[in-house]
């Protein structure tokens, strides 16, 4: 790029960008992949209103060139303009072709389409990367509220055979580093001290694999603090054939001073929702916004220096007599790109879909397969408003939560209690109980510079935490007075200390007067949250405080039922059911403790609830049992412990299909093995549901497997079923 061309080249990609949009919006039409390119599209669009604002500041920018922020800024230029030319290139001859129906028309290869959609995907990521960088960099070159960018070295990967050589390009990677980022030169020489010191210590790695050192081994909290960052930059180094070192880092912003972790009331979100006993005839309604001139509270705390980004997020469920839809808005206000409008009207379908069983399970594989054949979408919906990232996030499947990331799901999405994805992640970073890869892949996906600051933690939450240096025995010395308090999502310290198995802090907590039945925004105890975390010993303390077993979330839950889904250790339900607490309790799906521990495959939970009482033939507001939840989730020992116990299994649900209907839609040689001893003689074969389908007609719409070696294992055993009747 010449260096007095700035502007013009900037023009130059928006008027390339502009083309390419239009052509991706011609393949748009193209069924199998409609998600894809509209992310695309809206991806590209994100870049041409950051570079619209570089453009505003050409003239600026040409007078600076030889600042370091400018050549980087330079440098992105370069990135993007390529990645926008290789783009228009892929779209004009790989992917497409003449349409001779439609004049001036294209159509998408279908054979191009299966070769080329990870590379259509690679591209989307790399211009969101390059889009994300220019607004940093734009940020630094800019803005005056920008104090300072600091690099952030989180690891340094040396192969076995580094050496002092290999060290020495290190230290000239570093320097061309530091040079476009200001601010950064004392992390770096910060760095080549460590390295320095890391030249005297014998390579301990004695199988040849690559090995990793933290530079950070003692800050256990420091990823979740320092959470402004930009995508992680992969610096490389080579020596030779073999050795290789490479430095993972992240540039660090940090708007006007305001501190990590911010409890300054100008971050708190006000909200709106209508009252509960309105929502089924006019619907929800749910309004939030945050940093919004004249309606945000004024600060509170000397330190904070105020948001620099206004949001307001609507989000609308139809009364379910109207429309079985939802409306959601969110308008934001950002610092580089402008104000982001995004509207969406998500379908809600049915439990029976296949993605909500495969975002349980964690499938990308085969989501993204009923994504490209348009049988499902990131942006659906169950009734509850939760979409499949929703369950990912839940369920802790970090490759699913990235893959709906990457194909347009929303992270802010609000089901019909106000939960978000982004929610519960930061609940799971925190709980103190999900793995370190799942807690550092968590915080890198959801890292929303400005979300932390509205969960409004006070000291006592901070120190329960560990944000805070400050134990919890000296703060509750100090005082006791804000033992109650609740966070943005309602939780109390209590909540948390039992969602993190903290018991010492759970127990200092009580004895200070903390309240065991506050309630978050889902209705959740914390007894809930203690036996959610398996923590047995949170849990009986809890009880021995006067804990209500009797309570239930916004969902209908018991504490029995959750622990059933979240727990493998029997010992807690053994504790709660000795407790008296109902065994057979339902939730509004009609569901028991028993559906929740089949649905999980918790094989121990439901043996031990068979065993103690459980009822296994209560059947759900959709007419299954326990049955129905082993055969959809293929839990093969519960289903084989319900045939020995002679369960009904001629229980017809709400639309009519029978267990055969169940079984056909979700194809198991093994489990057909298991029902071939099982009584089905009372079972209508030939049942037609309220679609008109009969067991057969629904084995035929299957579309993955072998299919002709599934009819003739289904048609067999449908045989021995009229053969004993």
């Known amino acids: 790029m010449d260096p007095l061309s700035i502007t013009a080249s900037i023009l130059a990609i928006i008027t390339a960008s502009e083309k390419t949009v239009k052509g991706l919006a011609k393949l748009r039409s193209f069924k199998h992949a409609v998600t894809e390119f509209s992310a695309l599209i809206n991806e590209v669009s994100d870049l041409r209103l950051i570079l619209t604002q570089v453009g505003l500041l050409g003239a600026q920018l040409e007078q600076d060139l030889n600042e370091g922020p400018v050549i980087a800024l330079r440098s992105l230029l370069r990135r993007a303009e390529q990645q926008v030319q290789d783009l228009e290139e892929y779209v004009q001859y790989d992917l497409s072709k003449p349409d001779v129906d439609a004049p001036g028309g294209v159509k998408v290869k279908k054979k191009s389409w299966a070769l080329h959609q990870e590379k259509l995907l690679n591209i989307q990521q790399g211009i969101k990367t390059t889009r994300l960088n220019l607004g940093t960099a734009l940020g630094v070159v800019t803005s005056s509220t920008m104090n300072r960018v600091e690099l952030r070295i989180q690891q340094v990967v040396s192969s076995q055979e580094a050496d002092s050589k290999l060290l020495q390009r290190i230290f000239e990677q570093s320097t061309a580093?530091?040079?476009?980022?200001?601010?950064?030169?004392?992390?770096?020489?910060?760095?080549?001290?460590?390295?320095?010191?890391?030249?005297?210590?014998?390579?301990?790695?004695?199988?040849?694999?690559?090995?990793?050192?933290?530079?950070?081994?003692?800050?256990?909290?420091?990823?979740?603090?320092?959470?402004?960052?930009?995508?992680?930059?992969?610096?490389?180094?080579?020596?030779?054939?073999?050795?290789?070192?490479?430095?993972?880092?992240?540039?660090?912003?940090?708007?006007?001073?305001?501190?990590?972790?911010?409890?300054?009331?100008?971050?708190?979100?006000?909200?709106?929702?209508?009252?509960?006993?309105?929502?089924?005839?006019?619907?929800?309604?749910?309004?939030?916004?945050?940093?919004?001139?004249?309606?945000?509270?004024?600060?509170?705390?000397?330190?904070?220096?105020?948001?620099?980004?206004?949001?307001?997020?609507?989000?609308?469920?139809?009364?379910?007599?109207?429309?079985?839809?939802?409306?959601?808005?969110?308008?934001?206000?950002?610092?580089?790109?402008?104000?982001?409008?995004?509207?969406?009207?998500?379908?809600?379908?049915?439990?029976?879909?296949?993605?909500?069983?495969?975002?349980?399970?964690?499938?990308?594989?085969?989501?993204?397969?009923?994504?490209?054949?348009?049988?499902?979408?990131?942006?659906?919906?169950?009734?509850?408003?939760?979409?499949?990232?929703?369950?990912?996030?839940?369920?802790?499947?970090?490759?699913?939560?990235?893959?709906?990331?990457?194909?347009?799901?929303?992270?802010?999405?609000?089901?019909?209690?106000?939960?978000?994805?982004?929610?519960?992640?930061?609940?799971?970073?925190?709980?103190?109980?999900?793995?370190?890869?799942?807690?550092?892949?968590?915080?890198?996906?959801?890292?929303?510079?400005?979300?932390?600051?509205?969960?409004?933690?006070?000291?006592?939450?901070?120190?329960?935490?560990?944000?805070?240096?400050?134990?919890?025995?000296?703060?509750?010395?100090?005082?006791?007075?804000?033992?109650?308090?609740?966070?943005?999502?309602?939780?109390?310290?209590?909540?948390?200390?039992?969602?993190?198995?903290?018991?010492?802090?759970?127990?200092?907590?009580?004895?200070?007067?903390?309240?065991?039945?506050?309630?978050?925004?889902?209705?959740?105890?914390?007894?809930?949250?203690?036996?959610?975390?398996?923590?047995?010993?949170?849990?009986?303390?809890?009880?021995?405080?006067?804990?209500?077993?009797?309570?239930?979330?916004?969902?209908?839950?018991?504490?029995?039922?959750?622990?059933c889904k979240s727990s493998r250790d029997t010992g807690i339900l053994a504790m709660l059911i000795d407790h008296h607490i109902d065994i057979n309790a339902i939730d509004f799906d009609g569901d028991t403790a028993l559906n929740s521990a089949t649905r999980h495959c918790h094989t121990h939970n439901a043996l031990f609830l068979l065993q103690a009482g459980a009822d296994p033939d209560i059947a759900n507001v959709a007419g299954e049992t326990a049955v129905h939840m082993a055969i959809y989730y293929f839990a093969y020992d519960i289903l084989a412990e319900l045939v020995r116990r002679k369960v009904n299994l001629a229980v017809i649900n709400s639309r009519g299909c029978t267990l055969l209907h169940a079984l056909a839609s979700h194809y198991d040689a093994r489990m057909l093995g298991i029902l071939e001893a099982a009584d089905l003689g009372h079972v209508d074969v030939d049942k037609v549901d309220v679609d008109g389908r009969t067991c057969w007609d629904e084995l035929a719409r299957q579309g993955d497997g072998d299919v002709e070696k599934m009819k003739r294992g289904f048609a067999t055993f449908l045989n021995r079923i009229r053969g004993r009747v």
């Not at 979100?269 to 005839?281: C, I, Q, S």
Request: hydrophobic share 40%; net charge neutral.
């Open 177 to 563: 580093i530091s040079q476009s980022l200001p601010g950064a030169q004392p992390d770096w020489n910060m760095l080549q001290r460590l390295l320095t010191q890391a030249g005297a210590i014998p390579n301990r790695a004695s199988d040849g694999a690559d090995s990793t050192t933290s530079l950070f081994p003692n800050s256990s909290t420091s990823r979740l603090i320092d959470h402004r960052v930009s995508p992680t930059r992969h610096y490389e180094a080579q020596v030779g054939h073999m050795a290789t070192v490479q430095i993972k880092a992240q540039a660090q912003v940090y708007r006007r001073r305001c501190r990590p972790w911010c409890s300054c009331s100008c971050h708190k979100k006000t909200t709106f929702r209508y009252p509960k006993l309105v929502r089924n005839v006019i619907g929800n309604l749910f309004v939030g916004y945050t940093g919004m001139p004249g309606l945000t509270a004024s600060c509170n705390e000397m330190a904070c220096q105020q948001r620099s980004a206004a949001s307001v997020e609507v989000t609308y469920y139809f009364p379910s007599w109207l429309l079985s839809r939802m409306l959601s808005l969110t308008l934001t206000l950002t610092a580089f790109g402008g104000p982001e409008l995004n509207l969406r009207m998500p379908r809600m379908v049915n439990w029976t879909t296949p993605l909500w069983r495969l975002s349980t399970v964690g499938e990308s594989d085969q989501i993204g397969r009923l994504f490209s054949t348009a049988k499902a979408s990131p942006y659906d919906v169950n009734a509850y408003g939760q979409s499949a990232l929703h369950y990912a996030v839940g369920y802790r499947h970090v490759e699913l939560c990235q893959f709906l990331i990457r194909s347009g799901a929303d992270m802010n999405l609000q089901d019909e209690n106000g939960k978000k994805p982004i929610d519960s992640a930061w609940d799971i970073a925190l709980s103190n109980t999900a793995t370190n890869v799942v807690v550092e892949a968590f915080t890198q996906l959801f890292s929303d510079g400005e979300y932390l600051e509205t969960r409004q933690f006070t000291p006592l939450h901070k120190s329960i935490l560990g944000l805070s240096r400050t134990a919890v025995i000296t703060m509750l010395d100090d005082s006791t007075a804000r033992v109650n308090i609740s966070d943005a999502n309602g939780r109390t310290p209590l909540s948390w200390a039992a969602s993190r198995g903290d018991h010492q802090a759970l127990e200092a907590l009580l004895n200070s007067g903390a309240d065991t039945r506050i309630v978050d925004m889902e209705g959740s105890t914390p007894l809930i949250y203690a036996v959610e975390s398996g923590d047995a010993q949170c849990v009986s303390t809890l009880i021995a405080h006067g804990a209500d077993l009797g309570a239930t979330n916004v969902f209908g839950a018991t504490a029995l039922q959750l622990a």
